[in-house]
């Protein structure tokens, strides 16, 4: 019988005064594997390959004495697996090994380690949103794990998630709505480490708030753009670049920024601008107007495929591009709504949300322009204008521009 040697190790923390990992070593026909473990350890709780104990009675003493237990239920797996192995008298590698464990021992699957192999995979499947908003939500539940560090799955419960709620309500001082937000994402994740039987189901988010309260309109009225269109910014060009990107977000039906940062020259056809929503994959078409070939004669570049230059790279790191104009623009427009005297904080979003108050404004059909645009939930939205005559949306888009 070939002997297979599994051997406990800790690999050390780069970064000083951060906890390092346990692993293990296994070794068999002088093929050596290692196969990594969610448990962490400061170095000075590792001696002659055990667990040092520091603290009794300490929240640290339990942790690592769970860590103990846990660890001794993992080998005694491992030691399964390869006696079953031996027994069926048929060869096996080192791999074999670490596979059949893989598959059978959910403790192994930490939620760090879960949360990036998903993000690797949303982006390589182009669901860059999606992979940055989880990689968000796990750098918050690491804030919250502090020198405790990553977690199994198997080891998170209702009362683990309760306690994040409190710390992001009371230590980071953020509203419902936030904290909501961070919740279903990690309830998101959850389910597809659940998906993936890598954990059990058991309703760890019953006690949270995950739902949406509704919060300060970010509408402005038609007398404020009015404002921010006439302000004379010729002495701030920068300020200037991006009072223009935020009217033409209000004229193309308050588009979302990142759609607008996307818009190439080839999205204009026959005098009308199409696009698919980055969001929803929905096509859009909308009547190109004065207003709107006016700015983008002023910042177009000569050469570039795209209408402005919010991506001045093709093909670099687009979306870290997109992200920074951002940033920066509504940096910018802060200072533009405080100078317009806003009543708001003034953002590329608001574009939106004043073009539908706007329009209710102008006692255009709620059929034409629903209340999310003002409703909600924004299919509602989407159901509404998919079934209209695009004309009719059209001149409604004419009225408003025009109301301003």
Known sequence: ???????????????????????????????MREVGTCYKLYSDEWENG???FYGSGTERHRYLFNVQRLLQKDILHLKNIINRMEQSRKPYSVDDIINTYKSVNSNLVSFCTFVNETTRHLRTIGKLRLAETYTTSKNSFLRFRGEKGDICFDEMDADLIKEYEAYLLEDCGLNLNTVSFYM?????????????????????FKHVYTGVRKTVKRAISSEVIQRIKQLDLTRFP????????????FYLRGISFVDLSYLKMNNLQNGCLKYLRHKTNQLLSIKWETQMQEIVNRYHVAGSPYLLPIINVPGVEERRQYQNGLHRINAHLKIIGQLVGCPIKL????ARHGWASIARNLNIPLSIISESMGHTSESTTRIYLASLDNVLIDDANKMIIDAI
């Open 238 to 249: 920068i300020l200037e670049e991006s009072r223009d990107y935020f009217l033409l977000s």
């Open 1 to 31: 019988m070939s002997m297979v040697s599994i051997k406990l190790n800790f690999r050390p923390s780069k970064v000083i005064g951060k906890p390092g990992t346990l692993y293990f070593r296994l070794i068999h026909n002088r093929i």
């Open 347 to 350: 953002t590329t979003y608001c």
């Open 50 to 52: 055990h667990i040092k």
């Open 184 to 204: 279903r994402n990690l309830r998101a994740i959850y389910n597809r480490a659940v998906e993936k039987k890598l954990t059990e189901s058991r309703n760890l």
